[in-house]
């Protein structure tokens, strides 16, 4: 009897623990691409973000070519960027693995043939409430961070 | 002929406890036996991690099982002797060293996650062993252990020096069935994943019936025709800022959702193709059931990890 007690309480209390793993999907999260590809993606612990760089062709064949580390590229007309952050969360579902929470910001680059070289378009749709005053960079910063990025290596 | 009726019934509840003590006595006598082999390659950790290792697991996850009187009486004694057996199958802290190397760190984070999700101990062996439960402490000691060892996974190597691409001949396949493709890249990203326990990155593709079925909250089960893809790197260490980018491309992940065909695996098909000339996972077909084990973990949300959630209402 008191073992079929403790089986009781034990089930009660297994669903009670398991109340933090009921899940329902979050499509919100999802960033609609239009078309564009997949060029790199990375995490950091420290701003517990993790990020995906998209592009359009042309932006995904110059991210995977050679180039000279030491020469800032400065962007080829016709290339289009856009680096989507979205926090970092612990998987509810697996201890030890990180995944994106909700969007935080979506950047946006844009390369067009200007008068004198190529003209380039910066544009920030911020969806975050907190704002990191110490991290703010300036456009021209986040241009530069964006056009380093070299394209992750696929099958 | 109340009386006879009496004397029937006194007579049929007399042959009844007869049968049932003489099966007793014969399952008694029948019982299964749990020998304890020698331990031939015993896990070490450091001792505050193994005191609860002993305590929480080895009575069936070890050769020094220890069994309570009430274990061996018939008919849990079969039970027992069945999940002794099963457990030492999956994998036994006396024989550790018959995992290879390179996976004993990964069963070490799947053992903590069991831990974590409530499913192990086994719950009615905790309910009737109280001993073996583990803490919300001791759980904290072992994420710590697992987190501490898993310190040193990054790799050097930068995407720039390893552009060079590998030609497949042909269709790299899976021994059951399932190809590999490259339409992918131009299905949506589902979800990104950052992974600390092996050091790897991840970008999770789903196509139209996936995505759509996350959109409609119908994963319960998930719509046969959708297909996950996961792309795993190994990661880089972090760079000045922190960034942690991908570096090596390390394997491609594949499920697919066919309930019929895939009865046996929760209706998911596996697939896994490692390195650039994407060699399959898997000698045989059975190779899918050590993926829908762990899986299981992801029951509530249709067996798939890297899905974006919320909590449930």
Known sequence: MKSLIALIFATIALDACHDSRKLAPNPETIFDDHGLHVITSFHNDRTRTIAVLYGNDDALANAGKERDAHTPRVG???????????????????????????????????????????????????????????????????????????????? | MNAL?????????????????TSF???????????????????????????????????????ETNL???????????????DVEEARKRFNFSEWDSIPKADQEGKLWYIVNMIDA????????????????VTPAELTILKNYVTSISQKHYELGDTARIVEQKQVAQVP??????????????????????????????IIYGNDIAVKALEENKILPWPDGAVIVKVVWTSQAPDADGNVKPGNFNNIQIMVRDAKKFASTEGWGFARFSGLDLKPYGKTVSFATSCINCHQLAKGTGFVFDIPTKPAR
């Open chain 2, 25 to 63: 006595v014969v399952l008694q006598v029948n019982s299964p036996k749990i020998e304890n082999p020698p331990v031939t390659s015993e896990f070490h950790g450091p001792e505050e991690v193994t005191r609860i290792l002993k305590r929480s697991c080895y009575d069936c996850h070890s050769n």
């Open chain 2, 5 to 21: 009726k009496r004397h029937r019934y006194r007579n049929a509840v007399a042959i009844l406890a007869g049968i049932l003590f």
């Open chain 2, 173 to 202: 396949t899976s021994i059951n069935g399932i190809q590999y493709f490259d339409d992918y890249k131009n299905w949506k990203v589902i979800s990104s994943t950052g992974r600390p326990d092996n050091g790897t990155s991840r």
């Open chain 2, 118 to 133: 409530g499913r192990m101990p086994l719950p009615e062996y905790a309910a009737t062993h109280p001993n073996a439960k």
């Open chain 2, 68 to 82: 309570r009187w009430y274990d061996k009486v018939a008919p849990f004694s079969y039970k027992v002797a069945a």
């Open chain 1, 76 to 155: 080829t007309p016709g290339e289009v960027f856009k680096l989507v952050t979205w926090d970092l969360k612990q998987n509810p579902l697996w201890f030890g693995s990180n995944i994106n929470g909700n969007v935080q910001s979506v950047e946006t680059v844009t390369v067009s043939a200007g008068e004198s070289g190529p003209a380039i378009d910066y544009a920030k749709d911020d969806s975050s409430q907190k704002k990191d005053e110490n991290a703010v960079l300036s456009n021209a910063e986040r241009i530069s961070f964006i056009f380093a990025q070299r394209a992750s290596v696929f099958p």
